[in-house]
Every structure is written in C-alpha cells, then in structure tokens.
C-alpha cells in the first residue's frame, strides 16, 4: 500500500511569506504527527491530529498551525516566516496514534523549507 | 519537561558492533524508540521498547533499557555500510500521543 506522502518535497520561501505543507497519510491512518527537523535542534514535536481535531501541541509559536479533513489529510501552515524556520518538515501517520497506535508510526520523506 | 539526549557522532569499522546510547528524563515513558533516518529520507522505525522490559532482541539489533538511569542503548552488531544513517531515540509520554526525539546520532561505517 502507498506510503506517507508529503508535498512538495522542496519549497523556498522569503521571509515574512506563509507556507502550506501537505501530507496524506497511510490509508485507514487517522493520526496524522507534525515535526520539525533542524542540525541544530534535531526532531522537534509540532502538533498531533486524530479524526481532524488536534489533541497535542508541541512548543511552537503561534504562527504554526495545522488541520486535518475528513479523508484524515493534514496540512500545516506556517505564516509570517522567519529565517529559522528553514527545516525539514516531516509528518507521520498512524492508525490511532497513542500507545500503542505510535508502534505504527510511519513517516513520510518531509518537505524542506528554506526561507531566505 | 521531557528530554532525549544522545550523543552527536559514531565511527565504527565495518563488522565491529556499534552501541549507540540514550538518556531520556520523563520517568513516566512507555514505549522508547530507534528510528534510522537514512540520506534523504523520512524515518524508519527500527525496534521499540516497553519500559517494563530490559531487553530486546531482534536479529542483529539489540534494545537494552536500564530504567532506573533512564538509559537506553542500541546495539548493532556486525555492522555494515549500509548501516550508516542517523538513529534516533524517541520516547512517548503516557498518553502516546506526542513522541519526543533526541537530535540523532550520526553513525559513520568504514570499510
């Protein structure tokens, strides 16, 4: 069956523009995970979206945000975007999430962002 | 809060043993985590751990949990290039739903 997939897998963006990250997930997949990759700050946890209500925040500002439909396809926005911002997004489904749903977790192969 | 730490880089030679170790902070863990993250992709899930347990075994990789100093390793043994990626150690919190990772661990293979 198709895996997590991400798009777009590349995006440049300036700094101030907003963002749209999209990611379908494993069919019959409901939880749907957002995380930053950076060098510097490895795997951080953005937020959590099960049955397209977000049930876990990570400790990001407000100008990330996220929601998921009803088909279980998530996207995450990121408005007014910074320098730091520049990351390899990856989401990862999961038939429920939660223990043990996260044994399941698959990941997709992420989107980069590099705002310039 | 909740941290995962692990140290940065690892070199071995082809077929050595690699351990690659973990500490992790919230005491409260259920499921800990190896992901391998291999150039230009996402991550893969390599074996888990449930906290009530010291070890686990699965072919080649060797899970080892020592929860009193909240330490976990990964052991490879007989490791190959292929081999090479960064690991990540993850832990979840009780509820399951937010996992938190370590930076990974780059492991180097020489031939």
């Known amino acids: 069956k198709a895996g997590v997939t991400q798009t777009p897998r590349y995006l440049i963006k300036t700094r101030g523009q907003q963002v749209t990250l999209s990611c379908s997930p494993i069919?019959?997949?409901?939880?749907v995970s957002w995380y930053q990759q950076t060098p510097g700050q490895g795997l951080q946890f953005l937020f959590e979206y099960f049955s397209e209500t977000q049930r876990n925040k990570g400790n990001f500002p407000g100008r990330f945000s996220g929601r998921q439909f009803s088909n279980s396809r998530s996207e995450m926005n990121v408005s007014t975007l910074e320098l730091g911002d520049s990351a390899l997004y990856l989401c990862?489904?999961?038939?429920?999430?939660?223990?043990?749903?996260?044994?399941?977790?698959?990941f997709g192969q992420g989107t980069r962002l590099t705002v310039v | 809060g909740e941290d995962v730490e692990q140290s940065l880089f690892l070199s071995v030679r082809e077929g050595d043993s690699s351990v690659i170790n973990c500490t992790y902070t919230d005491s409260s863990s259920t499921y800990l985590y190896w992901y391998k993250q291999e150039p230009g992709a996402g991550l893969q899930l390599l074996t888990y751990?449930?906290?009530?347990?010291d070890m686990k075994q699965d072919q080649r990789l060797t899970v080892l949990l020592n929860k009193k100093d909240k330490h976990l390793s990964l052991r490879i043994a007989d490791t190959q290039t292929g081999d090479s990626a960064i690991y990540f150690c993850?832990?979840?919190?009780?509820?399951?739903?937010?996992?938190?990772f370590g930076a990974g661990t780059r492991l180097f293979v020489k031939a």
């Open positions: 751990i449930f906290s009530n347990m």
């Open positions: 993850a832990e979840t919190d009780t509820g399951g739903f937010k996992t938190i």
């Open positions: 069919s019959g997949h409901r939880s």
């Open positions: 990862a489904s999961s038939p429920l999430g939660g223990v043990p749903g996260n044994t399941e977790a698959f």
